[in-house]
């Protein structure tokens, strides 16, 4: 079965609005997660790396203020699309990673987020 | 069940050689797509290479070149002429048509390194 859950797997909603998207892992402690979205060239844009207990780390061009992150405990990590608007409609999908760096990497199932 | 396996945690290649990442699939949708991406040690994830499941030539892009076996659920990512820039983590992952979210399966990835 799956190893990090993401939730939820699809949003529509309105511009303005603000949706948050959690990322948990099931049975291991995630120290660190990332956050990707997806562009329609196919690739995986990374967004932010986050690890338990401090602040995210944000890649450049990625707004702080509007992905607002936070990695609260070992086995969740929040994302948080403030004021959501119709460019902000994408493919967004989390991964978690154990202890160190050469520990798999696990991905969640992504989220569809649809801005009308 | 997971439904993208990779099997193979670490792979070495000698430089200038090919090498074949293995991945299997498991799916009951008749129309699927197969992806390859690669993570370099920065996080982002790059688009490699896709197969469609109606495709019937196997995908090629450059020195990428997709093994696809349908009746054996398999899409292996061949790399010819390895260079030591292939040194990174290279995710298989799958589109199903059925589940309309358009989500992203990935496996647990393979850390290939290339020797000098």
């Known amino acids: 079965g799956a190893v990090v859950s993401q939730h939820p797997s699809r949003v529509i909603c309105k511009s303005g609005t603000s949706v948050k998207i959690e990322c948990r892992s099931l049975d291991f402690q995630a120290t660190t997660m990332f956050w990707y979205r997806q562009f329609p060239k196919k690739s995986l844009m990374l967004m932010a790396t986050s690890n338990e207990g401090s602040k995210a780390t944000y890649e450049q061009g990625v707004e702080k203020d509007k992905f607002l992150i936070n990695h609260a405990s070992l086995t969740l990590s929040t994302l948080t699309v403030t004021s959501a608007h119709p460019e902000d409609s994408s493919f967004y999908i989390c991964?978690?990673?154990?202890?160190?760096?050469?520990?798999?990497?696990?991905f969640g199932d992504g989220t569809r987020l649809s801005i009308l | 069940a997971q439904k993208i396996t990779q099997t193979q945690p670490g792979m070495f290649v000698q430089e200038k050689e090919a090498v074949t990442l293995d991945c299997t699939y498991d799916?009951?949708?008749?129309?699927?797509?197969l992806f390859w991406y690669k993570q370099p040690s920065s996080g982002e994830m790059i688009f490699l290479i896709y197969?469609?499941?109606?495709?019937?030539q196997n995908a090629t892009e450059g020195r990428y070149s997709l093994n696809f076996q349908k009746a054996r659920k398999s899409a292996n990512l061949v790399i010819s002429a390895s260079q030591l820039g292939d040194s990174a983590m290279y995710f298989c992952?799958?589109?199903?048509?059925?589940?309309?979210?358009?989500?992203?399966?990935f496996g647990t990835g393979t850390r290939l390194t290339v020797i000098p």
């Open positions: 992952a799958m589109r199903e048509a059925l589940t309309g979210t358009n989500n992203l399966f």
């Open positions: 197969q469609g499941s109606y495709d019937e």
């Open positions: 991964s978690a990673r154990a202890l160190s760096s050469h520990q798999p990497q696990h």
């Open positions: 799916t009951s949708d008749q129309s699927y797509g």
